[in-house]
Structures are given as C-alpha cells and as structure tokens.
C-alpha cells in the first residue's frame, strides 16, 4: 500500500547510503617506478610510487623482471633527443617480463607469456602497459637480463650492418664505441661472416677486454684515421658512427670506393651531466655539408638509422618483429649471448647511468625492479653529496645570494629617510630643543604660530649641527650632503 511504502522509505535509506559508499571507485594500486622529474641532471631522476596502469584495447600488461639502460636515456634526462616528452615522465625504452593481464581485442599472447617489449618511455616502473605490436616473445632458456639487452642493441647492430650496411665476407669496418652496448652487439654479428676485418675506437680502459674480437683497436684520442690508413692505404667498407660530429668528416674520409657512412648516434653532444649547447652547436657545426655529385662522384653512400624512428613514428613494426625471430634464432643456437656489466636497482639508477656516461661500461647495464639497493659505504655517500652539491644549477646559488641583495636595497631607503621621519632621527642632542630655542631668539620678539614655520630653517640649523657632531656615523651613512642639508631644512621648527 502507499503508506506502507512511505513507512518502508525511511528505514531503507541507511542500506542506500551504504551501497553507494560501495559502489565508490577504489584507489588505484601503486607501483615502484623511475621518474624524470625535469630534463637537467641526475638529481632529476626520482623513485616514486605511481598508479599501476591497466591494459587498454590491444594492450598487454607486464609485470618487469628486467630494464635496458641506453645511452638514449641518458640525451632523453638532459632533454637533447628530438622531441622529448613532457616531465614528470616514467622513463625506460625496453623491458622484459611476464604478462600479468591482457587488454580487450588483443591477440596472440596470453596470460604467463615471457615477453621483451619496446615503448616510448614507461618501461622503468614495475608494472608497464605496452601495445601488443610492440611486444615479443622470448624463446624458452631466455633470461629475463639476457632478453632486456638484446632488444634496441642487436636489433640497431643487425640493421646497419646486414640490411644497411650489406657486409659481406672479406670486408673491413670501422665501428665506434665498440666496448658499449651496440659494440659488443657489432662484434658478435659480424663473426657470422667469414674474413672480415673490423676496427674499433674504445676507451683505453677497456682495451684488454677487447683486443681479443676485435682485429684493431685504437684510442679516442689518437689520430686513428691515420693508424687505419697505414694498416688499409684504401680505406674501409663500412663505417658505424654513433658519435657524429668530427667523426663524421673521418669516416666519410675513410672510406674507399663504394664504402657505406652509417650515422645511428650523436652520443658527442654529451659532454657533461646537463645539456650543453655549445656541444651541441659544435656537433652541428663541424660536420660538412654533403654535396650529392660529390658522393656520384666518389662512389659513396651515406645513411642514417633510428630504431625509435622507424618504430613508433614510422610504423615498421612488422619489420622489426622479423628481425627480432632471428635474433631469438641466434640466440638459441649460442651464435649470440648479451655482454651485460652490471645489474642495478631502480634506486641505484643515478650511479648506473653516471657509470654510463663515463663510458666505463663493458656491455649493457641492466636495471632489475625485483632487487634491492646495495649498501653504499661512507665514502661513496660521501662522493654521491658532493656531486649532487656540485651539480647544483646558478639559479639555486643565485637563490641563496638574492635575500642578501634585496635587503641591501631595502635598507638604502633607511640611510635617506623620508623628511618626516628623519628629523626624528637627526633631532637626539642632550640639549633639548626648547632650550636652543630660547637661546637663540630674542626675549622681545616671540615668533607667533603663524611666523613658526617661516623660522623653522633658521633655528632648525644649530640642532643640525648639534647632531652632526654627536652622531658622526650617522653622518657619514647618508649618500650625499646635499641631501642630508635638504632634509635639514625641510624638518619642521620645535615647539616652544
């Protein structure tokens, strides 16, 4: 009946009021995840704990075993790559682990799959959300560290060397950089080719690490286009530049007769913890411009690779897919094994990619989310303060010195005091005004309110004096005489 219902209303208001406190959305999970906070240096990269992302359509969620450190995250934290992505931003551009979840019309991977993915930035968290078209799947007896240095390196060694850079037995190369990641990707692809020579630049420290795979070995810093063309007067067929600016104008010099120049890095932008655009304008500015007849007539090719390019913005993902299954090939058959130097935490990032930039990494560095920090003793405490000191942008030093300057300026309105106040300050003599008052005018002739103020100047000069001689610093803190006199007399007559 009506009034039944209206009888039945009032007591099942408090179960509406509970379901609709249990229908309220749930706050998402969180998850561990390396931040860059701002382009700059290592003090902007931040472990914080961020939302779990959820799979979205043809999306697969992986929760990360392994992360790849390049030297591409490195331009990415000074902000020197091309279009960088706004900050904060979690950053990483290859992972490997297991699929925890999958996203609606998404085919071919299932829950439990052992996979590597490649993404723009996301991928230093400990749950990534990456589109299927990016995603592979690693062959059983794969590491997880084995399959996060495999993916950008040996696929950017694979490319320019057989798809770009045609090598074929009995051939020379000069590769740059060979004791890093790609480097060492480079040395083992191109023993799957008989006969051929290959020239390598690489720190001096590294070098009895690498004589043994690689045929020579030369220096930064000697003058190695002149070594090679004493062991090869022709030259070279292939050059693999990762470094770009003068290096750029010796490896085309190097090459002989249908010889192949591959750009595929600008790593010599980087010279110090941020971005430096005089590096950068000197790297633009020291490679020659190219002219086409003088290549028709040289009979050399130049070329350029990114894998980032052609991946995400040029959409070669089914390319990329093909090169990855006979990666996974030569990896099972033991042709290639990743050469990693080090395995770090997330928290330990700052002093892997600081290991990274000093070029002292043989190999890939691997960042794994599953382990922890290792202890830092005193000393590299220590030494971790002192860089962060130093690394300190002007603007904080300038900070810490402005409130100095702004009370400097805000006490020099004190030193020339307005009118009315500073007869306050001029007018403390022992005497008191009255007195000199007195003393100075005559018995006979009183001045009348109205003629007080045109005396005032006349009696106002004696206080003035008066003062000056007991207050001397006082004097000499105002900026000008001048000014001090024209305050003087603008100061109003004492009263009787």
Not at 95 to 107: L, P, Q, S, V
Not at 265 to 277: A, D, I, L, Q
Not at 470 to 485: D, F, I, L, M, V
Request: hydrophobic residues 35%; glycine residues 6%; contains cysteine.
């Amino acid at each position: 009946m009506p009034g039944d219902s209206a009888e039945e209303n009032p007591a099942s208001a408090p179960a509406k009021e509970e379901s609709k406190t249990d229908d309220k959305p749930k706050e998402p999970k969180e998850m561990k995840a390396v931040v860059l906070t701002g382009f700059g240096g290592l003090k902007m990269l931040k472990v914080q704990s961020k939302p779990q992302p959820t799979p979205g359509e043809g999306e697969v969620l992986i929760a990360v075993k392994a992360c790849g450190v390049n030297f591409l995250d490195l331009m990415l934290r000074q902000g020197v790559t091309d279009n960088p992505p706004k900050t904060p931003v979690i950053m990483g551009y290859e992972c490997a682990g297991t699929i925890e979840a999958i996203g609606e019309k998404t085919e071919g991977f299932s829950v439990g799959d052992n996979v590597i993915a490649l993404k723009e930035c996301h991928c230093w968290a400990e749950l990534a959300s990456i589109p299927a078209k990016y995603v592979y799947k690693i062959p059983e007896g794969m590491t997880f560290h084995d399959a996060a240095a495999i993916a950008m390196n040996y696929l950017t060694a694979y490319i320019i060397l057989f798809d770009i850079g045609n090598l074929r037995s009995g051939q020379s190369i000069l590769a740059h950089s060979i004791g890093g990641g790609v480097g060492q990707a480079i040395i083992q692809l191109t023993k799957t080719v008989e006969n051929v020579t290959l020239y390598g630049t690489a720190s001096a420290h590294k070098h009895e690490s690498l004589k043994p795979n690689v045929t020579h070995l030369f220096d930064h810093g000697v003058d190695y286009a002149q070594e090679i063309r004493k062991l090869s007067p022709e030259g070279v067929d292939i050059v693999l530049d990762c470094l770009c600016g003068d290096y750029t104008n010796k490896g085309i010099s190097l090459l002989r007769p249908m010889g192949r120049y591959i750009l595929f890095g600008t790593s010599s932008v980087v010279t110090g913890e941020t971005k430096s655009f005089f590096s950068f304008a000197k790297s633009w500015w020291q490679v020659d411009k190219i002219s086409p007849l003088k290549l028709y007539d040289d009979n050399k090719f130049l070329a350029g690779f990114q894998l980032r390019q052609l991946l995400f913005r040029e959409n070669q993902h089914e390319y990329v897919r093909q090169l990855m299954d006979k990666l996974f090939k030569l990896y099972t058959d033991g042709t290639i094994k990743p050469v990693i130097d080090q395995v770090a935490s997330f928290e330990d990032i700052a002093e892997a990619m600081q290991r990274l930039h000093d070029r002292k990494n043989i190999g890939k560095i691997i960042l794994d989310p599953t382990i922890q920090p290792k202890e830092k003793t005193k000393n590299e405490a220590e030494a971790e303060d002192r860089a962060k000191s130093d690394s300190e942008p002007e603007e904080s030093t300038k900070s810490e010195t402005e409130p100095e300057e702004s009370i400097d300026s805000d006490s020099e309105p004190e030193e020339i005091s307005p009118p009315d106040t500073e007869p306050e300050e001029i007018i403390k003599p022992d005497v008191k005004p009255t007195e000199i008052a007195k003393s100075d005018t005559k018995p006979e002739a009183k001045p009348k309110p109205a003629d007080a103020e045109a005396a005032a100047p006349a009696d106002a000069a004696p206080a003035a004096t008066a003062d000056a001689a007991t207050e001397e610093p006082k004097a000499e803190e105002t900026p000008a005489e001048g000014e001090a006199e024209k305050t003087e007399e603008e100061a109003p007559a004492p009263a009787e």
